[in-house]
């Protein structure tokens, strides 16, 4: 088992920079693919990037590629999402999601096996 905590959402102004962390427990190590996720209200759970089980190849959706960035820490077991130049539509519920060991990053939400609780992130006008 794989326990996900996110950390550092808050109220940001457009235009402003927030860096999220996920911090990973249990069974945890550089096997496992991780993503980043958000949910806004009244809208599906959507991809927002992802890194490979080695740390390498980071991968974006396009609503996002050139403002964020994934980065992870194999020593801390962290992996974390560094949010700039940010827009009101930015805002969500941000989540992080592990896969099963071994298998690569996707963009899907079915395919990951782990999910944290969630952080907030408001980007006012």
């Known amino acids: 088992q794989v326990q996900l905590v996110e950390s550092g959402g808050g109220l940001v102004q457009a235009g402003g920079s927030l860096r999220l962390s996920c911090a990973a427990s249990g069974r945890t190590g550089s096997s496992y693919a991780m993503g980043w996720f958000r949910q806004a209200p009244g809208k599906e759970r959507e991809f927002v990037g992802s890194?490979?089980?080695?740390?390498?190849?980071?991968y974006y959706s396009d609503s996002v590629k050139g403002r964020f960035a994934i980065s992870r820490d194999l020593a801390k077991n962290t992996v974390d999402l560094q949010m700039n130049s940010l827009k009101p539509e930015d805002t969500a519920v941000y989540y992080c999601?592990?896969?099963?060991?071994?298998?690569?990053?996707?963009?899907?939400?079915?395919?990951?096996?782990?999910w944290g609780q969630g952080t907030q992130v408001t980007v006012s006008f």
């Open positions: 999601a592990a896969r099963r060991p071994f298998l690569r990053a996707t963009d899907r939400t079915r395919d990951y096996e782990y």
């Open positions: 890194i490979s089980w080695g740390g390498s190849m980071p």
